[in-house]
């Protein structure tokens, strides 16, 4: 006989199974990040030096490598492509080209950008198997985990950028906060997810905060503005977790809610606003 189980449980099931994914990549690539640096090896077409933090602790700084012997490539970007590029053929040349803005030509490839762009692309077809395709469980589910499974490296070169170490204490954070929004989304404190104002003020904060990310691209904005940008949008998607847990709560309540598709549909949503609230968090940290 069969024991049938409820909304939570399934949508506990599949959001912990996902998160579980990106953290137990996310950790494999740092471990492969200590054993090149260890090894002077390459991973993912980086290196990494050796740093010591505040605290004292082993600081791992990826990088790209440049050709040691002469003669070197010196390339000038403009607008992050590759503009002209110059040959030098001693030291002394390699100090003219650099006077004029050029820069050494790395060796080697970068993984990043290729992972990124598929992590892109899944992540939209998850969104679209889920919200406007009718497809099998099983498929949106396969899409769910590749996008799980190729965030899991950029988040560890994310941690990496900024001090693994911090990365670890930011993931502390997060765990902390989901499990607080989920003890009073999920309980009968206040119906958030019901509350239309609420709704319409997240929305709002919603849109600024993307407007705000978007106008970096094309203007300096501060780093103390930047921050405190980040410490909005944590705030913020802490916010969403409250409205997220309260809608499972109430989905919960209907008999005909409880299937494994509608948990992989809130489960998605849960899943944003953690991995958003981790970047946030990140960018605070960071700034």
Avoid at 99 to 122: A, N, R, S, V
Avoid at 127 to 151: C, E, H, P, R, Y
Wanted: with cysteine.
């Amino acid at each position: 006989m069969l024991i049938e189980t409820s909304l939570l449980f399934k949508t506990i099931v599949i959001l912990s199974g996902q998160l579980g994914i990106i953290i137990a990549v996310c950790f494999y690539c740092l471990k492969r990040a200590r054993i090149a640096y260890e090894t002077n090896t390459s991973f993912m077409g980086l290196y990494f030096r050796g740093a010591v933090n505040l605290k004292r602790k082993l600081d791992l700084i990826p990088y790209r490598k440049v050709k040691e012997t002469f003669p070197k490539k010196m390339v000038y970007y403009f607008r992050g492509d590759k503009f002209a590029v110059e040959i030098a053929d001693n030291q002394d040349e390699v100090i003219k080209w650099l006077k004029k803005g050029y820069q050494h030509e790395k060796i080697g490839k970068d993984y990043l950008w290729p992972t990124m762009i598929f992590w892109f692309i899944c992540l939209f077809g998850t969104s679209m198997a889920i919200s406007f395709l009718d497809l099998n469980v099983w498929i949106q589910a396969s899409f769910f985990t590749a996008t799980s499974i190729s965030f899991g490296p950029l988040l560890a070169f994310v941690m990496l950028e900024m001090d693994e170490n911090d990365g670890f204490t930011a993931l502390k954070i997060v765990l902390a906060v989901t499990l607080m929004t989920g003890f009073i989304g999920y309980g009968d404190f206040y119906s958030f997810s019901e509350n239309t104002l609420f709704g319409y003020i997240l929305l709002i904060a919603l849109f600024g905060l993307i407007l705000f990310n978007f106008a970096r691209f094309f203007m300096e904005i501060s780093r103390p503005k930047v921050r405190i940008s980040a410490i909005f949008g944590a705030i913020l998607f802490s916010a969403l977790l409250l409205y997220d847990f309260d809608y499972l709560e109430k989905q919960s309540a209907i008999a005909d809610k409880n299937t494994w598709a509608n948990a992989l549909d809130i489960a998605f949503i849960l899943y944003l606003d953690i991995i958003n609230l981790l970047l946030e968090i990140l960018k605070a940290m960071d700034s």
